[in-house]
């Protein structure tokens, strides 16, 4: 099987150990941005590690990463960040997003567009965000998902300010248990 650390990634994610120890035996999952898989099979491996049954289902566009990195500004903080730009079709995307996850029967996916009318086909026990991060985006997730045990927001960084906006206005709502990082985890209520 493919390692996540061997997947390439605009996130540079390798690591959800730290969170899945915060997340009970078993469960499911839900990660809204996959691109070709790093943080799925990532959150596999760590659910691996710590014994734990959990489906992750996860979703994204496969659009294509040209049509994902729009803008001039985007490609600023990638670049800064020193990951690798690539160029990758929709197709390309998701046939490589099918061989990183191949051989693991506890991941599903679909390609699909998140937005406020999406409903998910398994009832998630958790959440990963790490698709649009504008305030618009954050937003939408917030309120579709906000009432979960365990939600986890990726780039809760100064370079994204919708997200951290979004977040904040969240919690202002629903005091919540938070730890900040790059992730952002928002616990138990
Ligand atoms: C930062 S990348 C995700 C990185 C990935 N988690 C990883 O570890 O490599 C964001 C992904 O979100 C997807 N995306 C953006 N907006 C979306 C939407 N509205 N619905 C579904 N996927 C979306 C993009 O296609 C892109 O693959």
Redesign the pocket.
Known sequence: MVSSKD?W???G?SNFELFANKLPEQGTLL??????????V?WAEAFEKQNKKWHIHT?????GIDT?IPNAEWFKLYKASGTEIRSLTGEE?LNEFKENIKGRDNITWEQ????NEYVCPVRPTASFF???HNYD?VTTFLDKYGELDYIFI?DDTKDFPGTQKAIDDFLLKFPREVIRGKVCSILQK
């Open positions: 997947i990634s605009p996130s994610h990660e809204i941005g996959s691109c070709v898989g790093k943080s799925t990532a979703i994204d566009l496969f659009w994902y995307m699909v567009e998140f937005n790490d698709a649009n985006a990726d």
